[in-house]
Nanobody, 128 residues
Framework: HVQLVESGGGSVQVGGSLRLSCVIS????????IAWFRQVPGKEREGVGI????????YVADAVKDRFTISRDKTKNTVFLQMDSLQAEDSGMYIC??????????????????????WGQGTQVTVS
């Protein structure tokens, strides 16, 4: 039973920083990837960035790549999203997701399609 639990969201002023955490349990797919998404009411869910679990490389969307960083702590099964110089348009529900061995809901990151089968509940970020 795969679980993803996000934390670290909150309210922050423009220019501030937050570090989001995604704790993953029950995920037995060594080649899988973990990604962060942002959901804003009335808009499509958009991918923020992805960590390719096998090699540890990351890709962050062009719109935020100068301000956001993805990293992980393998010993704690946790993936982080460090967000700096936050802007009002960064507000939204941030959700982490894990790649499914048989695919799932498909998204493109840097031209590579990844299917996500497992989703967390999200953590809210409000920048004002």
């Amino acid at each position: 039973h795969v679980q993803l639990v996000e934390s670290g969201g909150g309210s922050v002023q423009v220019g501030g920083s937050l570090r989001l955490s995604c704790v993953i349990s029950g995920y037995d797919y060594p080649s899988g990837s973990i990604a962060w998404f942002r959901q804003v009411p009335g808009k499509e869910r958009e991918g923020v960035g992805i960590l390719y679990y096998r090699g540890g490389s990351t890709y962050v969307a062009d719109a935020v790549k100068d301000r956001f960083t993805i990293s992980r702590d393998k010993t704690k099964n946790t993936v982080f999203l460090q967000m700096d110089s936050l802007q009002a348009e960064d507000s939204g529900m941030y959700i982490c997701a894990a790649e499914g061995p048989d695919g799932g809901t498909w998204y493109k990151f840097g031209g590579i399609r990844v299917g996500f089968a497992y989703w967390g509940q999200g953590t809210q970020v409000t920048v004002s």
